[in-house]
């Protein structure tokens, strides 16, 4: 079983950025894909970008392409999310999760077998 606790969220002016992190527990963190999906209010949580269990395979949902980076540290267990120029529609909860295999954009909330209680992420303009 794996533990993900994220944080880094916050309040940040249009055009600022965040770095999320997501530190997870057990020996296995390297076994897994890890991702990130947001849910903002009354909308579905949605992929935003996953990454392999090597770090060497990387997917964007279109609307964070360029903007964000999405990294790997196997050695301390911890998954990150740069965050720059970020825009008021990028306001959401943000949560770490974790497959067994690479998430895409094509990956669904329900397609992921662990999840973190996420991090709140304001952009105000």
């Known amino acids: 079983q794996v533990q993900l606790v994220e944080s880094g969220g916050g309040l940040v002016q249009a055009g600022g950025s965040l770095r999320l992190s997501c530190a997870a527990s057990?020996?296995?963190?390297?076994?897994?894909?890890m991702g990130w999906f947001r849910q903002a209010p009354g909308k579905e949580r949605e992929f935003v970008a996953g990454?392999?269990?090597?770090?060497?395979?990387?997917y964007y949902t279109d609307s964070v392409k360029g903007r964000f980076t999405i990294s790997r540290d196997n050695a301390k267990n911890t998954v990150f999310l740069q965050m720059n120029s970020l825009k008021p529609e990028d306001t959401a909860n943000y949560y770490c999760?974790?497959?067994?295999?690479?998430?895409?954009?094509?990956?669904?909330?329900?397609?992921?077998?662990?999840w973190g209680k996420g991090t709140l992420v304001t952009v105000f303009s």
């Open positions: 999760a974790a497959a067994r295999y690479t998430p895409t954009q094509g990956t669904g909330a329900g397609g992921m077998d662990y």
């Open positions: 990454i392999s269990r090597s770090g060497g395979i990387i």
């Open positions: 057990g020996r296995t963190f390297s076994s897994y894909g």
